[in-house]
T-cell receptor, first 113, second 116 residues
Framework: DQQVKQNSPSLSVQEGRISILNCDYT??????FLWYKKYPAEGPTFLIS?????DKNEDGRFTVFLNKSAKHLSLHIVPSQPGDSAVYFC????????????FGKGTKLTVNP | GAGVSQSPSNKVTEKGKDVELRCDPI?????LYWYRQRLGQGLEFLIY????????KSGLPSDRFSAERTGESVSTLTIQRTQQEDSAVYLC??????????????FGPGTRLLVL
């Protein structure tokens, strides 16, 4: 039973355009959401996060939007750059208890020059 | 400022053998996590250590899996009697782990385990 779902295994965009990566979750106890980026043969690196008390968080070219009623979040990258090509994982934490993260399966983003 | 390091980077073993994977967290990080990623899957939580508290072992898939951590330093993940389905990338992460600080997890490069 997947609690965090990334339904698009891959996404291809042109350099300079916007990349939108989507993530849906089912557990209403999740209260903190994160995006990680992963290059081949490397561990995931933290990109941006958002608390459930917010609906938007922005950091440079990266913006995360949270729609709690729809249990949906998205990562926007604008403008997209070839170096953004990687696998992007959505992750979530539950209130209290363990700090473990629940991950989606990832979306492979390819930014074409 | 070294990041999280893991060893070995790659491990090939025969079914039925035991393997031990090592993780060196970032100095000062009190929380340490193990995850695994099987082919085509997301990261799957295995175990979490926080200071002197009892570890959260809720993600360990079977009693063949165990992990230890000495204080707030090195951790080892041991898989006994390995099976082919144990083949995966095993990732370690650490964080400051303070209760008030939601603790961004920083990942190591992983150990790629292949069980033949």
């Amino acid at each position: 039973d997947q609690q965090v779902k990334q339904n698009s295994p891959s996404l291809s965009v042109q350099e300079g355009r916007i990349s939108i990566l989507n993530c849906d979750y089912t557990n209403s106890m999740f209260d903190y959401f994160l995006w990680y980026k992963k290059y081949p043969a490397e561990g995931p690196t933290f990109l941006i996060s958002i608390s459930s008390i917010k609906d938007k968080n922005e950091d440079g070219r990266f913006t995360v939007f949270l729609n709690k009623s729809a249990k949906h979040l998205s990562l926007h990258i604008v403008p997209s750059q070839p170096g953004d090509s990687a696998v992007y994982f959505c992750a979530a934490k539950t209130q209290g208890g363990s700090e473990k993260l629940v991950f989606g399966k990832g979306t492979k983003l390819t930014v074409n020059p | 400022g070294a990041g999280v390091s893991q060893s070995p980077s790659n491990k090939v073993t025969e079914k039925g053998k035991d393997v031990e994977l090592r993780c060196d967290p970032i100095s000062g990080h009190t929380a340490l996590y193990w995850y695994r990623q099987r082919l085509g899957q997301g990261l799957e939580f295995l175990i979490y250590f926080q200071g002197n508290s009892a570890p959260d072992k809720s993600g360990l898939p079977s009693d063949r899996f165990s992990a230890e951590r000495t204080g707030e330093s090195v951790s080892t993940l041991t898989i006994q009697r390995t099976q082919q389905e144990d083949s995966a990338v095993y990732l370690c992460a650490s964080s400051l782990g303070s209760r008030r600080y939601l603790g961004t997890q920083y990942f190591g490069p992983g150990t790629r385990l292949l069980v033949l």
